[in-house]
Nanobody
Framework: VQLQASGGGLVQPGGSLRLSCAAS????????ITWFRQAPGKEREGVSC????????WYADSVKGRFTISRDNVNNTVFLSMNSLKPEDTAVYYC?????????????????WGQGTLVTVSS
């Protein structure tokens, strides 16, 4: 599966963005999809995940209640809706897919990655 992330941009604190992860080459519901982010000088961290078939969801504590992950099987896309954005959410956001296994924030377990989209939260 090939992934393409989009939807990043500049937003003020408290604002919202919706990121998209469009899949091609395979159906997105056959994969567990996780959003990761990497801020300057920091390690890549898992943000949110939606598992294949069972539709289990996982969120990092730092984004619970503010971010929502969803999957559109018709358009073969996974979304990350981000509300109440904070400056500390500033990072490059990546989507990644794994064929086997459920949600995990361990980046090394994902073989397929999108190119990343930059989210900047600043006034």
């Amino acid at each position: 599966v090939q992934l393409q992330a989009s939807g990043g941009g500049l937003v003020q604190p408290g604002g919202s963005l919706r990121l998209s992860c469009a899949a091609s080459g395979s159906t997105v519901d056959a994969y567990t999809i996780t959003w990761f982010r990497q801020a300057p000088g920091k390690e890549r961290e898992g943000v949110s995940c939606i598992s294949r078939s069972s539709n289990n969801e996982w969120y990092a504590d730092s984004v619970k209640g503010r971010f929502t992950i969803s999957r559109d099987n018709v358009n073969n896309t996974v979304f990350l809706s981000m509300n109440s954005l904070k400056p500390e959410d500033t990072a490059v956001y990546y989507c990644a897919a794994r064929k086997l296994g459920g949600c995990s924030p361990t980046a090394e377990w994902y073989l397929n990655w999108g190119q990343g989209t930059l989210v900047t939260v600043s006034s």
